[in-house]
């Protein structure tokens, strides 16, 4: 059965610390990976991933991907308190099903 | 432009009772996709409507379903409620069905009791 995990569930930290949210999947006929943000309802578009080993960043943020070992991480320098969110990964398969993660609940602590 | 809005916002039913949510996706979206989220299962995949037809259906049971109008507005209905179907459902549309560029809307919270 395809599944993709994520960890830590929560994480507490304070602002200006660095953070490494991980994802592990096991889906079939991989096509992408992605991460999302969700701060109140409707989760946000981050970063997809699609080639092991290149590094995909946007400001504080960076996400990279190990085809080989099955896992994603996403990280974030310098957290602020606006960083506090659900973050989810999902995994797209060749034939179009998306698999979420359960997210990992970040706070950042002012 | 007009992000996806979803409605009623919030929703309460009683068990047994049938549900019918709306979706409206971005002007010049095609595909819609409906999400479930829970506090224990997270978000998962319902189903996704592409011009009018249903292109991708995830593990729920028949009580859930939907269709997709020719303007692309979406509608999903779940049957027979029970308890474990008080959830965030969310939708999502795209262009072409790209996960990628998926824009979600904010959700219908619907409590069974």
């Known amino acids: 059965e395809d599944k993709v995990v994520q960890s830590p569930l929560s994480l507490v930290v304070h602002e200006g610390d660095t953070v490494t949210l991980n994802c592990s999947y096991e889906v079939t006929n991989f096509r992408s990976l992605l991460w999302y943000k969700q701060e109140k309802k409707a989760p946000t578009f981050l970063f997809m991933l699609t080639s092991s080993g290149i590094e995909k960043k946007s400001g504080r943020l960076s996400s990279i991907l190990d085809k080989k070992e099955l896992f994603s991480i996403l990280n974030i320098t310098a957290t602020q308190t606006g960083d506090s969110a659900v973050y989810l990964c999902?995994?797209?398969?060749?034939?179009?099903?998306?698999?979420f993660g359960k997210g990992t609940r970040l706070h950042i602590l002012p | 432009k007009a992000g996806v809005t979803q409605t009623p916002r919030y929703l309460i039913k009683t068990r047994g009772q049938q549900v019918t949510l709306s979706c409206s996706p971005i002007s010049g979206h095609r595909s819609v996709s409906w999400y479930q989220q829970t506090p224990g299962q997270g978000l998962q995949f319902l189903f996704e409507y592409f011009s009018e037809t249903q292109r991708n259906k995830g593990n729920f049971p028949g009580r859930f379903s939907g269709r997709q109008f020719s303007n692309s507005r979406s509608e999903m209905n779940v049957s027979t409620l029970e308890l474990g179907d008080s959830a965030l459902y969310l939708c999502?549309?795209?262009?072409?069905?790209?996960?990628?560029?998926?824009?979600f809307g904010p959700g219908t919270r619907l409590t069974v009791t």
């Open positions: 999502a549309s795209s262009v072409q069905g790209e996960a990628y560029e998926q824009y």
């Open positions: 999902a995994v797209e398969s060749r034939d179009d099903k998306i698999i």
